[in-house]
């Protein structure tokens, strides 16, 4: 189910829909200027190996010192980690409510500046007790990615991956 035509399924619907919230609703971070020319964001191609299960693991609800976008600091509430392994290194990756209660990861890797965003991705988890799902195919741009008027959170050091992600969204062009 997670692996086969019903995921990629899956995953392309999600992406229409975040297409269409960009071309269409109120709160769609793109600049005016660029809607009559948007024409989809660039994906990189959905791969199930970047869905990776991981071990949630809780801690007591803090707030945390973030730098973001603007050259700033904000606080944000550190939900847990998630311990995963990626291209064969296991990592511990901080979880940020990402506003609903909801975890999120903000993550750098080795596409950043090239092919994805330089100031990195946010990822969604899923998890269940003690289990979690980093589903990599998931990650999309920060706000800020598309309009510097946003403040975004980064990446903290502990989420950066010293290897490349090729999944998800990549950098924000808008293409004409």
């Not at 709160?27 to 660039?42: I, M, R, V, Y």
């Not at 392994?85 to 500046?113: I, N």
């Not at 992600?165 to 808008?174: F, H, I, Q, S, T």
């Amino acid at each position: 189910m997670h692996n086969g035509p019903v995921y990629v399924d899956e995953l392309l619907t999600e992406r229409r829909l975040r297409d269409r919230f960009m071309a269409e609703h109120y709160a769609s971070p793109l600049p005016e200027d660029h809607l009559d020319d948007f024409t989809g964001l660039d994906w990189f191609e959905p791969d199930p190996a970047w869905r990776l299960s991981g071990v949630w693991v809780a801690v007591p609800v803090a707030k945390q010192s973030v730098p973001t976008s603007s050259g700033g600091v904000s606080a944000y509430t550190l939900l847990g980690s998630v311990v995963v392994e990626v291209d064969g290194s296991t990592h511990r990756l901080s979880a940020f409510d990402d506003g609903d209660g909801s975890p999120f990861v903000p993550f750098r890797d080795e596409t950043c500046g090239t092919e994805s965003y330089p100031g990195g991705r946010y990822v969604p988890v899923r998890r269940d007790a003690d289990e979690a799902i980093v589903d990599f195919n998931r990650a999309h741009n920060p706000f800020c990615a598309y309009d510097p008027e946003f403040v975004c959170p980064l990446p903290p050091p502990e989420n950066w991956l010293a290897c490349a992600v090729p999944a998800g969204e990549r950098d924000y062009r808008l293409r004409r």
